[in-house]
C-alpha cells in the first residue's frame, strides 16, 4: 500500500495549506491516520492522529488552534488543515496508516507515505 501526500508548498508565514493523504486502490476509511513532519535537522514527529471513528488526537502543542485533522469517507481521504503557518513549521510532511486506533505507539504504523514538502517563509 503505497499512501499518497500532496498539498504542500511554499507559503508565507500566516498563510494556509491543506494537505491530502490518500492510497489508490485502498481504502483508508477502516484506519487510523496519523499526520508526522520531519524538519531539517530534526527527528520525526507526529503531529496529529484521526482514528477510524473520527476521533482524533493532537501531539504537539505548538499546532493547537492552527493545524486541524479531518477525514473524508466519500473520498477515502484524510486531511491536516493548517491555518496561521509558522517558520518553525517547515518540514517533510508524511501521513501514514496505524494497525490500532489513535494514540499509541509509533511503532503500529504500518503504511507510509513519500511526504510532501511545506516551507513557511517569513
Known amino acids: 500500500v503505497q499512501l499518497q501526500a500532496s498539498g504542500g508548498g511554499l507559503v508565507q508565514a500566516g498563510g494556509s495549506l491543506r494537505l491530502s493523504c490518500a492510497a489508490p486502490?485502498?481504502?483508508?476509511?477502516?484506519?487510523?491516520v496519523g499526520w508526522f513532519r520531519q524538519a531539517p535537522g530534526k527527528e520525526r514527529e507526529v503531529v496529529w492522529c484521526?482514528?477510524?471513528?473520527?476521533?482524533?488526537?493532537n501531539y504537539v502543542d505548538s499546532v493547537k488552534g492552527r493545524f486541524t485533522i479531518s477525514r473524508d469517507r466519500t473520498k477515502s481521504t484524510v486531511y491536516l488543515q493548517m491555518n496561521s503557518l509558522k517558520p518553525e513549521d517547515t518540514a517533510v510532511y508524511y501521513c501514514?496508516?496505524?494497525?490500532?486506533?489513535?494514540?499509541?505507539?509509533?511503532?503500529?504504523?504500518?503504511?507510509w507515505g513519500q511526504g510532501t514538502q511545506v516551507t513557511v517563509s517569513s
Open positions: 484521526v482514528s477510524s471513528n473520527g476521533n482524533n488526537f
Open positions: 486502490g485502498f481504502s483508508l476509511n477502516g484506519y487510523a
Open positions: 501514514a496508516v496505524r494497525t490500532f486506533a489513535c494514540p499509541g505507539s509509533d511503532s503500529e504504523y504500518i503504511y
